[in-house]
């Protein structure tokens, strides 16, 4: 499955036992295309850690609620994924971008 920026996932990323989780593309499209993996951080719907600045509140009427957690951020590879489940909008975008700010100190 092609890999784009701002897509949402369904994968399995931890062990084979786990539930699979949502992720979220967050790396450049030259970059996944070249690398043919991407970087994504996690959703989870626990408002847990809502204090730090590396979660953020997703907005309403995106294709997935929650939290993003960029202190998760990994590797996705093309074919870890089980479905799309469509693309995140600008506003919810610059959440992600927050988060990572925060995660990464930038």
Known sequence: MELKRGSVYLANLGAETADPKFWIVV????????????????????????????????????????????????TIYEDEPIKSVGGLGVTAMKRVESALRGALDL
């Open 27 to 74: 790396s450049s499209n030259l970059r996944n295309n070249a690398f043919k993996d991407a970087l994504a951080i996690r959703v989870t719907m626990t408002d847990k850690y809502t204090d730090l600045p590396s979660v953020e509140k997703l907005p309403d009427g995106e294709c997935i609620h929650g939290y993003v957690r960029a202190d998760t951020l990994t």
